[in-house]
């Protein structure tokens, strides 16, 4: 076939494709042809305007990586949903498209100078309080995204920002309406509340057999054991290999002299500097100019900390005379640097330029580092060392079990060859606390086929830094319902709670009928051997009562008599509680300061606009032509 491919390049009408093409590359680029043959593949169409794949798919690994960099480093990747990722990024890119499109229409836009002001005003992108634009390109790559691709993405937020910002400035709530929440929120509550615990009645509370029983059958779905498995495993743990490591001073020593070797060739220079700039004010002539003709002035004999203090335009040395300290290779741009780690001790440079201008570069000082001693660093060189070895060590022994256990019956000949112990676990289910079974990467192959029906071992799996495993399963449990006498205990202990909350409710109950006869709710708390307590102006956000109890009191309205304003309800942990509310004071307006009023307002005001916005980009949605393709 490839021969005819080559005897028909040689036709006439090939010859003349081919020069088409060249002709097309020539005057339009690579671009047209490709477009002219189909164009870039598109995922959805919104009003006749393409979302192509490939910006799907950059905006697809940007929100993946967004996600996995939120749950953290070590987290399983295989955790995402990829259907709902898709879907939701998709859903997304349609909706900005709509969003853009209605911002076109309404000649919406941001200058490119807006932008790049707003980039180099992003303190990420700065070193030492000034804009780097290596930085910037540095943290761009690491994210998968161009400059220009990031402007685009910037102006594009922006723009759709003016809408959503627009309408919400533009939503205002009445004073009136303000003054009502204002009531609502700073109301206070004064009431009285007694709680009947249900723990007091526990010890008096007996269940029967027959009562077990039938609560047993009538609930056994609420005592199955969950599938469930036997397995095996074996584990190779790196703290367990260390122990097994001896280090000898031979090889101590043998790391000493390749670090004190290190150490003879480091040392640290003290530089100090004349610099004259190169900027929107100052061409390189005129730079040069001015740098040269410091220069002559030290020629002549005039003091370098004298005219860097006078002339140098780095103004946090400059006051220093020009001084910068001490440091090693590898902190200055490499053509200061290489100038620098040039000169012998007291020599200063011609003028040598970077990209912040001119410099005159004096060498201050130059200090050896000081090497330390062999019994200094004994233990330094011993860990690391160790470290070392155990990596090497642990690298090859989960590579061996990796290999043994793929082509393994069992774990025998892979627990011999390693010397390691198989261990057992019995009852291994999806709700197991086990350290390796609890594990989500174990948990998602426990019960597959090739492990249960084809009774393989499973691969490697890393449950953390140091610590890998290998297990396989040995019988399989079905779902099952466990027997009367395995949850018997568990049964009479849920009868005898809800029997006490049962009674606890009764003597609420009879807490409540007395008061409604018309005695004090405290007389009858003392002999009925309870608590009353009484609460004065409580607000709605107060943290020094239970939350269940301040909510249920703001859910009560207020009549003359105890007997309207009592009532009873069940808490959490099967109390029961009797509440009376004695009071209600309404916020008042004119008590709250002009800063919170005002802060009131606008917050209405921004939640009234957030919901107009949202309208708005609900309406736009549904008038858009959308095709999912």
Do not use: C
């Not at 996600?67 to 998709?90: F, K």
């Not at 691709?149 to 009136?176: D, H, K, M």
């Not at 440079?349 to 000081?370: D, S």
């Not at 590579?399 to 009852?427: C, H, T």
Request: no cysteine.
């Amino acid at each position: 076939m490839l021969q005819d491919m080559r005897k028909s390049a040689q036709g006439t009408v090939a010859k003349i494709v081919v020069g088409f093409i060249i002709v097309i590359f020539a005057l339009f680029g690579v671009e047209s042809i490709v477009g002219s043959l189909g164009g870039e593949p598109e995922v959805a169409s919104v009003n006749g305007e393409g979302i192509t794949e490939s910006n799907f798919t950059r905006a697809l690994e940007g929100k993946r990586r967004q996600i996995l960099s939120q749950m953290g480093e070590r987290v399983d990747p295989d955790l995402i949903d990829e259907g709902l990722l898709r879907s939701s990024v998709l859903e997304g890119m349609i909706q900005e498209e709509i969003l853009k499109q209605d911002a076109d229409d309404k000649g919406l836009f941001v200058s490119s100078d807006a932008v790049d002001s707003y980039i180099r005003g992003v303190e990420q992108f700065k070193v030492d309080g000034a804009f780097d634009g290596e930085r910037l390109q540095m943290i761009l790559r690491n994210a998968g995204l161009t400059l220009n691709s990031y402007r685009e993405s910037l102006r594009s937020q922006f723009v759709l920002s003016q809408s959503r910002s627009a309408l919400i400035a533009s939503a205002f709530v009445l004073e009136g309406e303000r003054d009502e929440i204002i009531e609502l929120d700073r109301q206070a509550r004064s009431f009285g509340v007694t709680t009947v615990p249900q723990a007091d009645y526990l010890d008096a509370i007996t269940v029967s057999g027959d009562e077990i029983d039938t609560y047993y059958q009538n609930n056994k779905a609420s005592y199955k054991k969950p599938k469930n498995v036997d397995v095996s495993f074996v584990e190779i743990k790196r703290e367990e290999l260390s122990k097994s490591i001896e280090i000898n001073d031979e090889d101590l020593l043998k790391l000493y002299e390749s670090e004190k070797v290190e150490f003879e060739g480091d040392e640290e220079r003290q530089a100090a500097h004349i610099l004259i700039k190169i900027d929107e004010n100052t061409e390189d002539e005129q730079a040069l100019e001015k740098i040269n003709a410091i220069e002559v002035r030290l020629k002549a004999g005039e003091e370098f900390s004298v005219l860097a203090a006078e002339l140098s335009e780095d103004e946090g040395s400059a006051k220093e005379g020009g001084d910068l300290g001490r440091s090693a290779r590898g902190v200055y741009v490499s053509d200061f640097e290489d100038a620098l780690f040039d000169l012998k001790e007291g020599e200063t440079t011609a003028p040598v330029k970077t990209e912040f201008g001119y410099h005159l570069i004096k060498l201050l000082a130059v200090e050896q580092a000081e090497i330390p001693s062999f019994e200094e660093m004994r233990e330094s060189l011993s860990n690391r060392l160790r470290d070392q070895q155990v990596a090497k060590l642990y690298a090859e022994k989960t590579e061996l079990l990796a290999d043994l256990s793929y082509a393994a019956a069992d774990l025998s000949e892979p627990a011999d060859e390693l010397g390691v112990e198989i261990k057992q676990l019995a009852g291994v289910s999806v709700q197991s606390s086990h350290e390796v079974f609890s594990n989500v990467k174990v948990q998602r192959v426990l019960f597959s086929d090739d492990l249960v029906k084809d009774q393989n071992n499973s691969e490697i799996i890393e449950i953390d830094d140091g610590y890998s495993v290998v297990f396989r399963v040995n019988t399989l449990h079905e779902e099952s319902v466990l027997s009367i006498e395995d949850v018997s205990a568990r049964v009479e202990s849920v009868l005898k709670a809800k029997k006490a909350a049962e009674f606890a409710e009764s003597v609420g109950g009879a807490f409540i009928a007395r008061v409604k006869g018309g005695e004090e709710p405290k007389d009858v708390s003392q002999d009925m051997g309870l608590n009353w307590q009484e609460h004065v102006d409580v607000k709605r956000d107060s943290i020094k009562l239970a939350r269940e109890l301040v909510a249920k009191v703001f859910t009560l309205s207020k009549s003359d008599s105890n007997k309207e304003n009592i009532v009873g309800y069940n808490a959490l942990g099967g109390n029961y509680s009797v509440v009376i509310l004695r009071d209600i004071k309404v916020g008042n307006p004119k008590e709250t300061s002009s800063i919170e009023v005002q802060s009131i307002s606008n917050m209405l005001g921004d939640s009234l606009g957030a919901g107009d916005y949202r309208n708005y980009q609900d309406v736009m949605v549904r008038k858009a032509q959308v095709e999912r393709i």
